[in-house]
T-cell receptor, first 118, second 116 residues
Framework: KAGVTQTPRYLIKTRGQQVTLSCSPISGHRSVSWYQQTPGQGLQFLFEYFSETQRNKGNFPGRFSGRQFSNSRSEMNVSTLELGDSALYLC?????????????????FGAGSRLTVL | AQKITQTQPGMFVQEKEAVTLDCTYDTSDPSYGLFWYKQPSSGEMIFLIYQGSYDQQNATEGRYSLNFQKARKSANLVISASQLGDSAMYFCAMRGVSGGSYIPTFGRGTSLIVHP
């Protein structure tokens, strides 16, 4: 069973540019969530998509956006990049069936996309 | 609001010994799940173990066990017989059932180093 695939794994951008990251979830998983991880702030929730709809959103500016396609693959976009956007961006998928406390709703993470903004 | 606290920034353990990583949590949600993840230097978060708030018994998965004390709001991870490959960051996380508490909350992590 293939895991969660994130592309690209590494990328370098300059301030003001935009970036698009991709996430392919585990087959059959309909929920995809995104996280930003930095040494200073730790792991922070960005947003979650389920059935092509954004279901939850973290406390990030509007420069951070995402979408989900009918095959559950998801993309996130960051526009007008700032130095502080340098981070590891992690994507996770889950079945999102039953209750949130069910062990079946464990998040399975991808290897991440490491973004460096110069 | 949910909160996860991991008070140990770093831990050292001798190979083959057991180690306990601390995690305390706070939530007003009566129903929630607690998770532990391992993050090696490669960056991928690896799921280790899960405990539901209504589970009567402590969860175990191979060498990992979760010492769940609901009244104290603690969910410590115990790794038995440590191996060199256990060296990594370990994150405690929780997830509620409704509204904002459905969003997972992560602790700041504990760096574990296993010495030969």
């Amino acid at each position: 069973k293939a895991g969660v695939t994130q592309t690209p794994r590494y990328l370098i951008k300059t301030r003001g540019q935009q970036v698009t990251l991709s996430c392919s979830p585990i087959s059959g998983h309909r929920s995809v969530s995104w996280y930003q991880q930095t040494p200073g702030q730790g792991l922070q929730f960005l947003f979650e998509y389920f059935s092509e709809t954004q279901r939850n959103k973290g406390n990030f500016p509007g420069r951070f956006s995402g979408r989900q396609f009918s095959n559950s693959r998801s993309e996130m976009n960051v526009s007008t990049l700032e130095l502080g956007d340098s981070a590891l961006y992690l994507c996770a998928s889950s079945p999102r069936t039953g209750t949130a406390t069910s062990g079946a709703n464990v998040l399975t993470f991808g290897a991440g996309s490491r973004l460096t903004v110069l | 609001a949910q909160k996860i606290t991991q008070t140990q920034p770093g831990m050292f353990v001798q190979e083959k010994e057991a180690v306990t990583l601390d995690c305390t949590y706070d939530t007003s949600d009566p129903s929630y799940g607690l998770f532990w993840y391992k993050q090696p230097s490669s960056g991928e978060m690896i799921f280790l173990i899960y405990q539901g708030s209504y589970d009567q018994q402590n969860a175990t998965e191979g060498r990992y066990s979760l010492n769940f004390q609901k009244a104290r709001k603690s969910a410590n991870l115990v790794i038995s017989a440590s191996q060199l490959g256990d060296s990594a960051m370990y994150f405690c996380a929780m997830r509620g059932v409704s509204g904002g508490s459905y969003i997972p909350t992560f602790g700041r992590g504990t760096s574990l180093i296993v010495h030969p």
